[in-house]
């Protein structure tokens, strides 16, 4: 049994509710020189591309996903993850699944050219009615974009965590239960529904007495806010889940996430059995 399936197993046993589960997902960032065992690389997609919402979610349910650079579906994400260059200026070469959104919503679908990862960082994609790029928008000619102006959205994503300049080979989505039983993950996300957030915050409290700064925005929050924070700033981040996580992956409307560093996962876990009989979770409206 590995740590992290260890690690789990006493924060759900702690929490007092039987048949309790909480979605987890581990991830683990293969970049530079970094070997990538043979079971990840087995793990890739074939034949098409994930998003890393879809990712994530799949690894929740038990199965390891592997996106590189060739299998990832969402090219924000691939920024954020620092797969491809924040300003490469060429589209991405084949079928990625948020693209192929915009493509399917634009009128004239055989003059439908791309988005490159720099017209998502310039704000062009996320600000598409009032650029002028219709192609862009993901529901259609009345789709106002996602944010009002290109000078808001560039404003927010200089605000979004990413991991730049790139030199990430791999990405490697899994749960506690994976083969591979020495693979150490970089950050743990835990999907929980309000009342069980209450319970992992007050867990992590207990031994440590710091609290837990939120920064959250609207869009890239499972790749930028809930894996590529944490990781960069080796602190917990909370967010809720965004357009891609909600319509794509299909995140249920009472779960929102919580990401944090491995290390302070080990740390939640035993502050939920040693604060156990502080915080009667089985009592909270809602816990069963």
């Known amino acids: 049994m590995t ?23 581990a991830v683990k960032f293969f970049r530079g020189n970094d070997i990538i065992p043979e079971t990840v690389l087995n793990c890739r997609p074939q034949g098409l591309t994930i998003t890393s919402c879809q990712a994530a979610r799949q690894a929740g349910l038990g199965d390891g ?3 590189t ?16 260059g924040q300003d490469e200026d060429i589209p991405l070469e084949g079928s990625r699944v948020y693209i192929d959104i915009m493509k399917e919503h634009y009128e004239n679908r055989k003059a439908f050219t791309p988005p490159s990862p720099k017209d998502f960082t310039d704000g062009i994609v996320y600000a598409c009615k ?3 790029r219709e192609e ?4 259609g000619k009345e789709d106002v974009g996602r944010y009002k102006d290109v000078e808001t959205a560039k404003s927010a994503i200089r605000q ?35 009342v069980e957030l209450t319970r992992v915050i007050q867990a992590y409290q207990y031994n440590t007495g710091k609290r837990v700064n939120a920064s959250m925005g609207g869009l890239r929050v499972v790749n930028s806010d809930l894996i590529v924070r944490p ?9 809720t889940y965004c357009l891609g996580a909600r319509l794509i992956a299909e995140y249920e409307g ?8 491995y290390g302070v996962f080990l740390e939640v876990s035993k502050g939920m059995k040693d604060s156990r009989t502080g915080f009667p979770f089985h009592q909270y409206p809602g816990a069963c």
């Open 231 to 239: 990781y960069l700033t080796q602190e917990i981040n909370v967010s």
């Open 160 to 194: 979004m965590s990413a991991i730049q300049p790139p030199d990430t080979r791999a990405v490697f989505f899994f749960s506690y239960d994976f083969e591979e039983g020495n693979l150490i993950p970089d950050v743990v996300v835990l999907s929980v529904r309000p």
């Open 130 to 132: 009032a650029a002028g």
């Open 3 to 25: 740590d992290l399936k260890k690690a789990y197993d006493c924060m759900i046993e702690s929490m007092g509710v039987p048949g309790l589960q909480i979605p987890l997902t």
């Open 65 to 67: 996903v592997c996106l």
């Open 254 to 261: 009472d779960r929102m996430g919580i990401g944090m560093p």
């Open 69 to 84: 650079r060739e299998t990832i579906g969402c090219v924000a994400a691939a920024i954020t993850f620092g797969l491809v």
């Open 136 to 139: 862009f928008a993901l529901f």
